[in-house]
T-cell receptor, first 115, second 115 residues
């Protein structure tokens, strides 16, 4: 079985500060890992994903995440927060080599950015 | 940019009534999914659909739920007799054949409120 734990339901940062959203996963098979963002009244938008290859992946809007197998982590970072980054962020895990995508999501972290 | 669209954005229904949530996946996608998010909880996988049949369903997806692709563009989720605990945000998603297990595009969701 697969699971995802996101530490912190809310994270507050100041504009320009480092953003760090934590995600740890559990998977009995090699995982595919995803970060999705949800802006108010919008759907889930894919930020970035790790499937195979380079463990540091870059996504949209300046976000990046690093897959660390030894720590079973896939934390999301951005060097400098912008007001427009305020949203809910979901980490998710999927399985390699399945014919379709069945994702297991974390509970989400709401990012608050103050001026 | 192509997107998954869901209607309605908000549906209020009385307990025991049937409800149909509608989705228009991205036009060349072949895998379709429903997820739901009960307020304050995780986004949960409900069902995946490919080649006019269910590929996999979760334990949540009991006999009260059904999915259908009635024509070449729509994908629907029907709840036959709604219960209070069915109140949630329901997300539709779709994937292409080539990226079936690495990327899903989500709609903006339908908020279902059962009263």
């Amino acid at each position: 079985a697969q699971s995802v734990t996101q530490l912190g339901s809310h994270v507050s940062v100041s504009e320009g500060a480092l953003v760090l959203l934590r995600c740890n996963y559990s998977s009995s098979v090699p995982p595919y890992l995803f970060w999705y963002v949800q802006y108010p009244n919008q759907g889930l938008q894919l930020l970035l994903k790790y499937t195979t290859g380079a463990t540091l992946v870059k996504g949209i809007n300046g976000f990046e995440a690093e897959f660390k197998k030894s720590e079973t982590s896939f934390h999301l970072t951005k060097p400098s927060a912008h007001m427009s980054d305020a949203a809910e962020y979901f980490c998710a895990v999927g399985k390699m080599n399945t014919g379709f995508q069945k994702l297991v999501f974390g509970t989400g972290t709401r990012l608050l950015v103050s001026p | 940019e192509p997107e998954v669209t869901q209607t309605p954005s908000h549906q209020v229904t009385q307990m025991g009534q049937e409800v149909i949530l509608r989705c228009v996946p991205i036009s060349n996608h072949l895998y379709f999914y429903w997820y739901r998010q009960i307020l304050g909880q995780k986004v949960e996988f409900l069902v995946s659909f490919y080649n006019n049949e269910i590929s996999e369903k979760s334990e949540i997806f009991d006999d009260q739920f059904s999915v259908e692709r009635p024509d070449g563009s729509n994908f629907t989720l029907k709840i036959r007799s709604t219960k209070l605990e069915d109140s949630a945000m329901y997300f539709c998603a779709s994937s292409s054949l080539e990226a079936a297990n690495t990327e899903a595009f989500f709609g903006q969701g339908t908020r279902l409120t059962v009263v």
